[in-house]
């Protein structure tokens, strides 16, 4: 919200916004007349709703920004080329339907693999055979290392070609709307021809693996990470960028088993310029670089979906093991007093700054490799709670839905088939024991029912056993005695 004050004859709309840093800093904007104050009011807060907390630029400026859009989308040239069309896609509809990760990746795939190798085809003559033998030819180019990383030596995978896939197909849907493409054309990625892509189901620990983990893992935050993913279904960027006033954990609650947390935010690492391109856009708290010149920022933003906003209830154990965890915490903050950075985080580092990600998964890796625990990764632990809540729930997808925060409920199902084909191995097992191995025992009764002794079912089971020939001289030889 902005305020307006007056000052002599002036009068200035104050409000707050997020510099580059996420420090919070206060905008005086000075005008003439309580009229235009009130205007500019109303802009700022129009502009902060749509684009967050952000510096409002004036009024002159943003219209400028529309007009040179409008413009560039009314320049529909027939001979514009993939390349050229796409950036026009990125800054109209990537800036206002993309997240800053999405951005990035998105980004970043058009620069590697479609610019450089289709980014000259005219955008009226792409046609779905065309498409298809370009997705089948990415097979063989090389992957593009990730920026830090070593190439892999691996070429692009199916399940890449996929997105690449989907960007063509969401940018050549745009073109027909905004008429650079017929309107009476179909989209030709529509019926494009995809390489198949491998189904790998994830290794997934029993729950007696489990645990053994959770009594083996002396690391503290390792631990609770662990215990959150599985009681909670949550995903790692849910779980380090927790804080503590969505943790309700107070004596009252957990007595009468009301303890819970809200989830409604994710720490992830995001690109510096996708974010400030977007205008911070779905970013709450961007953290302290710790390097100069870094690229990247540490940031905790919303989560990527509705339904990824959600409140879970704790188990008993769990909301006491947080608590004990609180109260450590908060002894090492009084311990090192102005030395804590305190940005009241859940998983926090000893200094009390974030945990990225990665520093969870290569503890959760060394944990299994010291103690011979089959390797899965840290995200099998929320495949695991969705499965052993479906068991326990027999089957109540809504309820594990709610707690997974899956926005479609056959990524639920799809876990539940997994636990169906186990449970109908058990269900052969126990047909066995129950019909099949009592078989022998319906014979023997038979017998016994009929009056006919061993030696006779022995003999009933050898004229069985003879062929028809056999069994036909053997008749004549009988009658004619």
């Known amino acids: 919200m902005a305020t307006i004050k007056q000052r002599k004859s002036t009068f200035s709309v104050i409000y707050w916004y997020l510099d580059n840093t996420g420090k919070r800093k206060q905008k005086w904007d000075t005008l003439e007349t309580r009229k235009e104050a009130k205007q500019r009011k109303a802009f700022v807060e129009y502009y902060q709703e749509k684009y967050g907390y952000v510096l409002v630029p004036l ?9 040179d859009s409008k413009k560039e989308l009314e320049v529909v040239d027939e001979e514009i080329t993939l390349r050229d069309f796409l950036k026009i896609f990125v800054n109209l509809y990537g800036t206002s339907k993309w997240s800053p990760s999405t951005f990035s990746s998105k980004v970043s795939s058009i620069e590697n693999y479609i610019n450089p190798i289709i980014g000259d085809w005219k955008l009226n003559e792409i046609t779905t055979k065309s498409l298809s033998k370009y997705y089948n030819d990415l097979l063989s180019v090389p992957e593009v290392p990730r920026s830090n990383r070593k190439a892999t030596g691996r070429c692009v995978q199916p399940a890449n070609i996929k997105k690449i896939h989907d960007i063509i ?21 529509s019926l494009a021809t995809l390489p198949k892509v491998p189904k790998v189901r994830r290794k997934v620990w029993s729950i007696q693996t489990f645990r053994q983990a959770v009594q083996a893992a002396e690391d503290d935050l390792l631990s609770i990470c662990m215990h959150l993913a599985f009681s909670c279904s949550m995903r790692i960027g849910e779980i380090t960028g927790l804080t503590w006033e969505d943790v309700i954990i107070d004596e009252e609650s957990i007595a009468t088993d009301n303890a819970r947390v809200i989830i409604n935010k994710e720490l992830s690492r995001v690109n510096a310029a996708a974010m400030q391109k977007l205008k911070e856009k779905d970013i709450i708290k961007i953290f302290p670089t710790q390097k100069p010149h870094c690229t990247t920022r540490l940031v905790l933003k919303t989560p990527k979906t509705e339904t990824s906003n959600r409140t879970v209830w704790l188990p008993r154990t769990v909301a006491q093991l947080l608590v004990q965890y609180k109260k450590d915490q908060q002894e090492l903050k009084e311990f090192l007093g102005s030395a804590y950075n305190d940005y009241n985080l859940v998983i926090a580092l000893e200094n009390g700054n974030p945990v990225e990600s990665r520093i969870v998964r290569d503890r959760f890796q060394k944990l299994c490799e010291e103690n011979d625990f089959e390797i899965v990764v840290f995200h099998s632990l929320r495949h695991l709670s969705t499965g052993y809540k479906l ?28 636990i169906i084909d186990e449970d109908r191995r058990f269900n052969a097992q126990k047909m066995d024991k129950e019909f099949y191995s009592t078989l022998d025992e319906d014979t023997s009764n038979q017998q016994q029912d009929t009056g006919i002794s061993d030696s006779d079912m022995e003999l009933l089971k050898l004229l069985k056993s003879l062929s028809p020939e056999m069994k036909e001289q053997l008749l004549k030889q009988t009658l004619n005695k």
Request: net charge negative; proline share 2%; with cysteine.
């Open 391 to 418: 068991k326990m729930t027999n089957g109540d997808v809504k309820s594990v839905q709610g707690d997974t925060g899956h926005a479609e409920a056959e990524m639920v199902t799809d876990v539940y088939s997994k």
């Open 59 to 67: 009024e002159e400026q943003f219209a400028r920004q529309i007009e």
């Open 169 to 189: 197909r969401c940018a050549l849907n745009q073109a027909i709307r905004w008429e650079y493409i017929d309107t009476s054309k179909r989209n030709p990625a």
